[in-house]
């Protein structure tokens, strides 16, 4: 069992809210996670799984089985099922801050993003703790690791399986499984090949801006479809839309956002990538790592910071910006190249938004520097770096 980084975060938010909602893509391993948070803080919690007809059954009155909960932990599983549940959480919250237990009441499990559960109509704004647990990080596995995470992703059966054809037999069914019954519970009329073939289109298009209207055309569906898809695959914790960094320089800004699959693991299912020297040959490999990259950034920065890209019509371009709490800029350029080499847009785009630091990640564990101000490393040494910015800013 590998131990993940968010159980102090979610442990320690079970102290401090009524309750902690713990928000990531199915079998990312937030059950494991959470049963294991719930037993360190209350051995005598209640688990609920809403994907269970038993603990259906037990919530056909909520307000009467889990007021005769609330002097323990109750941990609800697949709690986007039920989102009519949280109006009932919100009072029995409120009840139990009136009777004097004001932190530690629930810990809710969902594989949907903040926004999709916003359609419920309550988000317990002021009472829980959202968080996300993200696939396996860079920093939860060993360097040696390091190339099979990038190959298989960070699900924990799929980074963990025996071979390498195992783990792609294991995407595979996760995206089938996905497509043909978790996706409905979201879209009931959605077409499940439409959004497949955009699923591989996308994932052809790795860290690139894509045209909506290409993607249209291809499909043979119209654009608002498209768009509805994205945002739909984007909200299941499946997708990310990296904005483009906006600010009054004057200049003539690129406006679309970058997209990418979250888990490179999915990313090279889709396109049935089985091997390391297979993916190191095909196509995708620059906007795969790129996207790795980005996703190792997100995950540092989580809610402390946000991750853009820069680019002007003018050719100043950095593949991506991590903006700190503090409101610095790091600029960082991402090679898949030993020896890499910068190009003038950098130049240009650093210019224009005098960065704190600037990075360049490439694979391996060298570290040095390009330039005087200009700094290569790996990718582990790029998280530690971020990391430990972040804790200076705390």
């Known amino acids: 069992m590998i131990p993940r980084k968010a159980f102090h975060a979610v442990l320690q938010g079970l102290g401090q809210f009524p309750a902690v909602a713990l928000l990531g893509p199915r079998q990312v391993g ?8 719930a037993q360190a803080f209350d051995s005598d919690y209640v688990y ?43 009072g029995l919250i409120d009840e139990a801050r009136r009777q004097g237990k004001q932190f530690g009441q629930y ?40 190339g099979q995470l990038w190959l298989r992703g960070g699900f924990p059966d799929s980074f963990l399986a025996q071979t390498d054809a195992a783990s792609l037999a294991w995407r595979r069914s996760f995206v089938r499984s996905y497509l043909e019954r978790d996706i409905s519970q979201f ?24 045209n909506v209207a290409a993607l249209s055309r291809s499909l043979g569906i119209d654009q ?31 406006k679309t956002p970058k997209t990418h699959i979250r888990d490179p693991g ?14 190191l040959t095909h196509p995708v490999v620059g906007g795969s790592w790129e996207a790795f990259v980005s996703e190792t950034a997100a995950q540092c920065l989580g809610d402390r910071g946000r991750i853009f890209f820069y680019r002007t019509s003018a050719g100043a371009e950095i593949d991506l910006l991590a903006e700190l709490p503090s409101g610095e800029l790091w600029a960082i350029e991402v090679k898949r190249a030993v020896a890499p080499k910068l190009t003038k847009g950098f ?26 101000d200009i700094e290569v490393m790996g990718l582990q040494d790029f998280g530690d770096a971020l990391e430990s910015a972040l804790g200076a800013a705390a």
């Open 266 to 279: 999915l990313l090279h299912g889709l396109l049935g990538i089985e091997t390391a020297d297979a993916l």
């Open 187 to 210: 879209a009931p009329r959605i077409s499940t090949t439409d959004l497949r073939s955009l699923w591989v289109m996308l994932a052809h298009q790795q860290a690139a801006q894509v």
């Open 107 to 146: 810990l809710l499990l969902g594989s949907a993003s903040l926004e999709l559960l916003k359609q419920s109509g309550e988000t317990l704004a002021g009472r829980v703790l959202y968080t996300e647990l993200f696939p396996l990080a860079c920093s939860e596995v060993s360097p040696s690791e390091q």
């Open 30 to 37: 937030k059950t494991t996670l959470a049963l294991q948070v």
């Open 224 to 254: 608002k479809t498209v768009k509805h898809h994205i945002s739909l695959l984007t909200d299941l914790m499946l997708l990310r839309q990296v904005p483009a960094w906006h600010g009054n320089l004057g200049k003539r800004l690129v």
């Open 347 to 372: 130049h240009l785009a650093c210019a224009d938004l005098s960065p704190r630091r600037k990075v360049v990640v490439t694979p391996g564990d060298a570290r040095w520097r390009l330039a005087e």
């Open 48 to 90: 609920l799984d809403l994907e269970s007809e038993l603990d259906q059954a037990r919530l056909a009155n909520p307000r009467l089985f889990l007021s005769q909960q609330q002097h323990r932990l109750v941990v609800i599983d697949e709690v986007h099922r039920r989102p009519a549940l949280f109006p009932e959480l919100r």
